[in-house]
Each structure stands twice: as structure tokens, then as C-alpha cells.
T-cell receptor, first 118, second 114 residues
Framework: DAGITQSPRHKVTETGTPVTLRCHQT?????MYWYRQDPGHGLRLIHY???????DKGEVSDGYSVSRSKTEDFLLTLESATSSQTSVYFC?????????????????FGPGTRLLVL | GQQVMQIPQYQHVQEGEDFTTYCNSS?????IQWYKQRPGGHPVFLIQ?????EVKKQKRLTFQFGEAKKNSSLHITATQTTDVGTYFC??????????????FGQGTILTVHP
């Protein structure tokens, strides 16, 4: 598995509180992504980063912000958590364009964070 | 953005039976990837298909890319309990600079009864 860690792995919080999830990689990959996974919806892209301080919105970005001050770290912040943001959050990295045989857009996922908003 | 439809959503099989999941797109794809997610785990890359009509095999898994590059399938022969999980297809976002972004199908949840 690629060197990707996520913290915390589990979190319970209350509606209205801010929450920050961290993704850390040791692969020096340029591209990083945040997804949420919900039953029946598969994986949906929240935000992505194509370099330090370079980020953009994905499919379901409302209520989320991100920051990337270092290559290795990509932070996802729920500015004011709501129950609809209860989900499993995955970080992924990519070495696009290809530097190995896996393919141009192959993504490697972290272990995930289970977030419950009460 | 790119969209891909994956069916079925669920599949229950007896151990030893075959299993197939399909992904379909209304547009021509540059490539398609397949991922597997074990229960409680994270998605793991299985394979990428690039060429029209391409067929690739990994032991009991056979991956196909349609001639028109609009559909793909994953077939598992003689399922085992270790095959349990969710199988996703994923396609690269089309046009311009994609930044490596992928759009995932909804996934097929496979359960195998021993």
C-alpha cells in the first residue's frame, strides 16, 4: 500500500462544530483528493489539490474547505458540521502523469475516517 | 462531468458461482479502471484498460473494455469468500486538464455465501 495515513480514524462530533481531517502522504505525489463515501452514492469527490496551495472544488464541495501548505499534507475542514456530513471520508493520492506502470490516473487511497455528526 | 453507470448494485452468489459487474458510459472513454474495496477497507486499484476491445486477466478475474470504449465488465469465475467486497469502475474526467480526477461508478456489492 502507498504511504498514506489519515487522522483521526474515527470521530464523533456535534452539529455546528468545526472538524478538520488530515491526510498525510510519504510518496511525494503531486495530486491529492478528498472523497466521501455514502451508501448508494459510491465515492464522490469533495475537493482536490494539484500542488501546494493549489486546490479546487469537486462534485460535492458545499460545506467543506481544504488547505495544502505542504506536499505531504492535505487538510479537509467541515466549517460547521451537519448530520448530512456523517460519512466515511477517504483521501487519495495520484502520481499522474504516470511515473510507474499503474496508469496515468491511478489513485491510491488512505484507510479512511469514519465521521459521525450528532 | 463524466458519468458512468454501474450495475448491478448488489449481487449475492453461492461460493463457486460466477459474478459479473458492468459499467456503461454514454461517451467514449479514454480508459477505465477497476477498484476493489473489502468490507471496512479502502478502495484498492486492480487494473486499467486503455485499448478498444482489451481483455486482461488476473487469476479468476477477467476485465474487458468494449470495442466502442463505452462499456466495461469485470467477471469473476468460481467466486470465493475472499472475493467479497465492493467493486468500482472509475473513469478519467474528459477534456482539458483533468488533474488525474476520476469519476467512480456507484459500485457493485458482492456477497458470497459459503
Amino acid at each position: 500500500d502507498a504511504g498514506i495515513t489519515q487522522s483521526p480514524r474515527h470521530k464523533v462530533t456535534e452539529t455546528g462544530t468545526p472538524v478538520t481531517l488530515r491526510c498525510h502522504q510519504t510518496e511525494n505525489h503531486r495530486y491529492m483528493y478528498w472523497y466521501r463515501q455514502d451508501p448508494g452514492h459510491g465515492l464522490r469527490l469533495i475537493h482536490y489539490s494539484y500542488g501546494v496551495k493549489d486546490t479546487d472544488k469537486g462534485e460535492v464541495s458545499d460545506g467543506y474547505s481544504v488547505s495544502r501548505s505542504k506536499t505531504e499534507d492535505f487538510l479537509l475542514t467541515l466549517e460547521s458540521a451537519t448530520s448530512s456530513q456523517t460519512s466515511v471520508y477517504f483521501c487519495a493520492i495520484s502520481d499522474y502523469p504516470a511515473t510507474s506502470g499503474g496508469g496515468k490516473e491511478t489513485q491510491y487511497f488512505g484507510p479512511g475516517t469514519r465521521l459521525l455528526v450528532l | 462531468g463524466q458519468q458512468v453507470m454501474q450495475i448491478p448494485q448488489y449481487q449475492h452468489v453461492q461460493e463457486g458461482e460466477d459474478f459479473t459487474t458492468y459499467c456503461n458510459s454514454s461517451t467514449t472513454l479514454s480508459n477505465i479502471q477497476w477498484y476493489k474495496q473489502r468490507p471496512g477497507g479502502h478502495p484498492v486499484f486492480l487494473i486499467q484498460l486503455v485499448k478498444s476491445g482489451e481483455v486482461k486477466k488476473q487469476k479468476r478475474l477477467t476485465f474487458q473494455f468494449g470495442e466502442a470504449k463505452k462499456n466495461s465488465s469485470l467477471h469473476i469465475t468460481a467466486t470465493q469468500t475472499t472475493d467479497v467486497g465492493t467493486y468500482f469502475c472509475a473513469v478519467a474526467n474528459a477534456g482539458g486538464t483533468s488533474y488525474g480526477k476520476l469519476t467512480f461508478g456507484q459500485g457493485t456489492i458482492l456477497t458470497v455465501h459459503p
